[in-house]
Structures are given as C-alpha cells and as structure tokens.
C-alpha cells in the first residue's frame, strides 16, 4: 500500500472516517510492530483531522507510559484512576470530556487542551493502553468520533 492518505478535505467528519478507516486497516495488516502501528494511527488521524494531540499511552508496570504521539511533548506517566486516561483504563470505557476543566482530575499536559475524547485498547479483556486525542475548542467531540474510532480500533485490531 502506499504510504500516502487519500481523504475529501470538503467531506464530512463521518464520511472522512469512512474514507480513512479502511486506509489505516490497510496500513496497519501489513505491519506486526505495535510501536510503527501506533505511530501510523496517530499520524494519519492528526493529519486528517488537525487535532491538537493525539497520540497512544501503554501499560507498563501498572502504569500508562507515553507511546506514539503527534503533537506537542506531553505527560510521560499517568497512574491508574488518574485524569481521563487513567479513568478510562479504569473503568474500560471511552470518556468523552466536552470541557477539560469541568473533568475533576483532569491532567493538563497543555493549557491549550480544551476537550478530550480516550479511548481504551483491550487485549485479551484488558486494557493494554488508551488513545488520547485532545483539541484546543472546547466540545470538539461528539458520538460521531467515539463511533468512529471504536470501530477503528476494532478493524485495526486493538479492541
Ligand atoms: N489530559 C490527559 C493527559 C494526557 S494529555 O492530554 C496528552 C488526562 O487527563 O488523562
């Protein structure tokens, strides 16, 4: 597959989800490595949508480790029941946060940071990781996203 994405930019968000799903699940079948998998989610998502940061966290000794990311540097550790991503380890669930700072123990890695969408890797029934995608407007997340990248971590074999 080449390594370039074909993607509407006057599309909508659902059907630049459409467009880009199957893409990603081509990418990612020819490729075993977990870290060059992450690092091409993370790339082709930031570079459809333009989100502020997105990126992966993984399990690591009871704890979420920074993975694969776009975006600026950010928080390297975060423990269990912590912030949104701890929480949504946790609980095994996605969270959608319409405004951070409404989220008690919400983890600013940035001030930018405005609403937050994470999602869990389930592996075996554990959580192995979260994604993690962050937008600098407020309420930029919708059912819509937690649709579309529950289904992209499905085809591409992370939940
Ligand atoms: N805001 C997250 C921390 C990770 S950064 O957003 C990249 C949280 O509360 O878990």
Redesign the pocket.
């Known amino acids: 597959m080449a390594e370039e994405l074909h993607i509407a930019t006057t599309a909508s968000k659902a059907d630049k989800y459409e467009q880009l799903i199957p893409q990603i699940k081509g990418l990612v079948q020819g490729e075993e490595d977990l870290v060059a998998n992450l690092a091409n989610i993370a790339a082709a998502l930031k570079q459809t949508f333009g989100f502020f940061?997105v990126?992966f966290y993984l399990v690591k000794n009871e704890e979420l480790v920074l993975g694969p990311f776009q975006g600026p540097i950010?928080?390297t550790r975060?423990k269990r029941g912590k912030?949104?991503?701890?929480t949504s380890w946790e609980r095994a669930e996605t969270i959608l946060v319409p405004d951070?700072d409404a989220f008690p123990g919400?983890?600013?890695?940035s001030s930018d940071?405005k609403s937050?969408i994470?999602l869990p890797l389930i592996k075996n029934m554990e959580v192995i990781g979260v994604l993690?995608i962050?937008s600098d407007q407020l309420n930029d997340f919708d059912e819509i996203d937690q649709k579309y990248l529950e289904e992209l971590l499905s085809v591409t074999g992370f939940v």
């Open positions: 940061w990126g950010a928080c975060i912030g949104v991503c701890g951070v919400h983890i600013a890695c940071s937050e994470v993690d962050d």
